[in-house]
């Protein structure tokens, strides 16, 4: 089978101290939890910029920072986020692809996010697309609905993006998106544009369910602290690196090696390093 791709999503935007302590929020955090991260068994880091506040940004100038300071310690597909935070605009959003970092998110359309609504009218992912073209940056096209689905396989069949290589974030559980159920899981695959590759990023208790899942059908996993911030109901996990253990060890279990960082370049179709 395929080696497990496992991609730690660090800080996200919209988590807070107050949620869990040990959020990683500074240049130097970020990277000191994506090395340990790296060591535990991810291949990839997604991430998202913080003010030294805490509070979200998209600024080029801190994001450049995390990168290096990650690239400084340890050999991990480094993955920006367009998303920002909610409310943030379109310009804001995009100005980090400028960096050139090997991958970055696309989301596919809007959807609301809890008690906001997370915003990308069609005229602005094709700009997205566009600005990562330009930038050589590979996109990860982030799927939080099956609508969001549909119009990814509309732009395969109208040749918008090409269909291959082509890797897809299946995000499920956010409040007013899909689920974070395994029939919603097994829908969005029925219709996963052929070839494509995929990782599933479970929030909150899907987390862990539907990483396994993934293990299983051969997909790929998302965890940390964006999507979820707690080891078992409860209880606070204790580091984003102590999730990818816990996925490491499960893939371990199930017989499914984990990809190495430059495995995990092939699988979606980065240079290698
Ligand atoms: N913070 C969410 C509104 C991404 O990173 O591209 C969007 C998000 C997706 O986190
Ligand atoms: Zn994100």
Same mark, same amino acid.
């Given at each position: 089978m395929?080696?497990?791709?496992?991609?730690a999503a660090l800080t996200g935007a919209e988590v807070t101290r107050e949620q869990h302590p040990a959020l990683p929020?500074?240049?130097?955090?970020?990277?000191?939890e994506a090395a340990r991260c790296a060591e535990a068994g991810a291949a990839m880091v997604h991430v998202h910029a913080r003010k030294p506040d805490g509070s979200s940004t998209q600024d080029p100038a801190v994001y450049a920072e995390i990168i290096e300071k990650i690239d400084a310690r340890c050999d991990v597909i480094v993955q920006l986020? %367009?998303?920002?935070? @909610? =409310?943030?605009?379109a310009v804001e959003r995009i100005a980090p692809v400028r960096?050139?970092?090997?991958?970055?998110?696309?989301?596919?359309?809007t959807v609301n996010f809890g008690d906001g609504v997370f915003l990308n009218p069609p005229g602005e992912m094709l700009a997205f697309l566009d600005a990562m073209r330009i930038h050589d940056v590979v996109p990860e096209f982030e799927i939080f609905d099956a609508g969001m689905l549909a119009t990814l396989n509309r732009w395969v069949a109208t040749g918008v993006v090409p269909p291959a290589p082509l890797h897809v974030d299946l995000v499920l559980g956010v409040p007013g998106g899909m689920a974070g159920t395994s029939s919603a899981l097994h829908a969005l695959l029925a219709d996963?544009?052929?070839?494509?590759?995929? %990782?599933?990023?479970? @929030? =909150?208790?899907?987390?862990?369910a539907l990483g396994t899942l993934a293990v299983v059908l051969g997909g790929h996993v998302r965890t940390g602290f964006e999507d979820n911030v707690y080891y078992r109901k409860g209880e606070l996990a204790r580091s984003n690196a102590q999730l990818v253990?816990?996925?490491?060890?499960i893939a371990h279990e199930l017989d499914r090696p984990l990809a190495s960082p430059a495995e995990a370049r092939l699988i979606l179709g980065l240079k290698p390093r």
């Open positions: 395929t080696p497990l791709i496992i991609t929020i500074t240049p130097d955090e970020i990277a000191d986020s %367009t998303g920002g935070a @909610v =409310g943030m605009s960096l050139r970092p090997e991958m970055a998110t696309l989301t596919m359309g996963l544009p052929r070839g494509a590759s995929w %990782t599933v990023a479970g @929030v =909150g208790s899907a987390q862990l253990a816990r996925m490491a060890r």
